[in-house]
């Protein structure tokens, strides 16, 4: 009934024709180099930039040698360069030869968007005849932190006073943190631009206590209306559960898969075993996925200290029937609509949250990282 493999989600394919400006040409090499490396000029190291086509500059290696002068830049999302592919709709990775040295610096700048709210690492060299000089120092830089909603992946980063989503009720932006949903009315709306059927909703939430003043508060929601989520078809609902919770502080999930007869809920035994009293301090990151059912890891931050795996099967219920998740058209929520309307607790108070990300594939390991770098 319950299994640590991942979900399996479609990928989208790889993008290296997008993201890989010329084709690789052998390494010149004439053993060891008589050319002088680059010097990285801009941006300066870990610099924040308001751009998702930075312009990256060097130094020219000084005069010598023979032949036509031309440089190579890289951009990638590992400092060691080893990433080899970018599926998604942004890439992590640019490159291009045969720039022409220009006059005292040489430039490139990539003529599409790179992955937004992304730490990225660059680095240049000359290539001159047979001859090819070390690469530059590499420096790293932050892309915009800015937020999108594409067919198959939405992106909100939250941290700098703003949202591509709609703000229901009274919230408040802290200042590099996320929004604070300030009481259980408050939440955030977005329309996906393309129904899930299968994906990740994942995101960072702070502000989480024991005890909080509700039997099942939400953290995050999905559904097929702007209605109360409890009645829909097609609700998706994780929880925080406060005092009179079944049993207190524990951590539940519910989706419903267009009837009430199929409905995947943590059951009494889960929850049991899954009692925490959560630091308000600390910013936890919750990855629920669905695919043939319900799978949710939360970790003490992104990527690492996972401290609950849990997932739920529709194969093994409703007689083996896999029964998809299919809401059209599709909303998601930061908190809960609920407290209005009941009968249930809405959105946890004082929850906090950002790099909110929803997708028909996991999320990238990169997404975010600007944020994490503030």
């Given amino acids: 009934m319950k299994t640590s493999r991942l979900l399996a989600f479609g990928l989208c394919a790889a993008m290296v024709s997008a993201c890989t400006k010329s084709a690789a040409p052998a390494s010149p090499t004439t053993g060891v180099s008589t050319l002088t490396a680059p010097t990285a000029a801009s941006p300066n ?4 930039l308001a751009s998702l086509r930075p312009t990256l500059t060097v130094t020219n290696s000084p005069a010598g040698g023979t032949g036509t002068r031309t440089y190579e830049f890289q951009v990638s999302d590992k400092n060691d360069f080893s990433t080899t592919s970018s599926p998604g709709p942004f890439p992590v990775l640019a490159r291009q030869t045969g720039i022409p040295e220009g006059s005292g610096t040489t430039s490139y700048t990539p003529d599409f968007d790179l992955q937004p709210a992304t730490r990225l690492f660059w680095r240049a060299r000359l290539v001159q005849g ?3 000089s070390d690469w530059t120092t590499t420096r790293s ?13 939405l992106y909100d980063p939250l941290v700098f006073g703003n949202t591509i989503g709609t703000i229901v009720g009274s919230t408040t932006f802290i200042a590099g943190q996320g929004i604070r949903l300030n009481n259980g009315a408050a939440y955030v709306r977005y329309q ?3 129904p ?9 939430i702070a502000g989480l206590h ?15 209306s702007t209605n109360n989520v409890y009645n829909s078809p097609w609700l998706f609902t994780v929880q925080y559960r406060g005092v009179n919770g079944n049993p207190d502080n524990c951590i539940s999930f519910k989706m419903r898969l267009a ?3 199929f409905q995947l809920e943590a059951d009494g035994n889960d929850r049991s075993k899954n009692v925490y009293a959560l630091d308000p301090g600390r910013f936890y990151f919750f990855r629920a996925m669905w695919n043939d059912g319900f799978r949710m890891i939360i970790q003490n931050s992104v990527g690492s200290g996972t401290f609950y795996d849990l997932e739920y099967k529709s194969t093994d219920y409703f007689d ?4 998809p998740y299919t809401p059209s058209p599709h909303f998601a929520y930061l908190g809960g609509n609920d407290e209005l309307e009941g009968p249930e607790n809405g959105s946890f108070p004082g929850e906090i949250v950002r790099n909110v990300f929803i997708g028909n594939r996991p999320r990238p390991a990169s997404l975010g990282s600007a944020l994490r770098a503030q």
């Fill in 130 to 132: 047979t001859d090819v």
């Fill in 320 to 323: 083996k029937r896999l029964i």
């Fill in 210 to 224: 024991p005890n909080g003043p509700g039997a099942k508060l939400k953290l995050f929601e999905m559904s097929d």
């Fill in 192 to 194: 996906l631009a393309q």
């Fill in 196 to 204: 899930l059927s299968a994906g990740e909703f994942s995101l960072e």
């Fill in 259 to 261: 009837d009430p007869a």
């Fill in 141 to 153: 830089f932050n892309t915009a932190i800015v937020g999108y909603n594409r067919p198959g992946e």
């Fill in 45 to 48: 190291d870990q610099a924040q």
